[in-house]
């Protein structure tokens, strides 16, 4: 079976609320894909080594992604590193800006993985309308479908 694996960071707020529309999308009823979803804090390189494509969810703080996820970043990186080259990746965005310092240096980061970007980012900017989480969701259902399909 295929496995996604789904990391973010969130104290409950907006972030958290994407997360669930990420999950719903990836758990639909026509797609056999295996989700494990961690908070940044609780997620190891084991993780990621067990899974077939990853989603990265942070808000954005201070025009940064989350301490969180980069506290993630900072534990995986010399373990997974050789181990997980063009694994592919999507991410999402809880943004009081604009969310491209966080997306610039997500992107920055996972260049030294290397993971492959597989999907457009999803930025929510301000509170999360019915509109943003349609496209979270899309977003779980693309990356487990394509996980599936082993499209990427």
Request: negative net charge.
């Amino acid at each position: 079976m295929s496995r996604l694996l789904i990391v973010y960071h969130s104290k409950n707020g907006h972030t958290a609320a994407l997360t669930e529309a990420v999950v719903a999308g990836s758990r639909h009823p026509e797609i056999d894909v295996e989700v494990r979803i961690r908070l940044a804090r609780e997620a190891v390189a084991d993780d990621v080594l067990w899974c077939d494509a990853i989603v990265l969810g942070t808000p954005e703080n201070f025009g940064y992604m989350s301490g969180g996820l980069k506290d993630f970043f900072d534990r995986t990186y010399y373990p997974l590193e050789g181990r997980v080259e063009g694994l592919p990746y999507a991410v999402f965005i809880s943004a009081g800006n604009d969310g491209e310092g966080a997306l610039t240096s997500i992107r920055r980061i996972v260049r030294g993985y290397p993971f492959r970007e597989v999907h457009d980012p999803v930025i929510c900017r301000g509170e999360p309308d019915p509109n943003m989480l349609e496209a979270c969701e899309a977003l779980g259902t693309f990356m487990a479908a394509g996980v599936e399909a082993r499209l990427f």
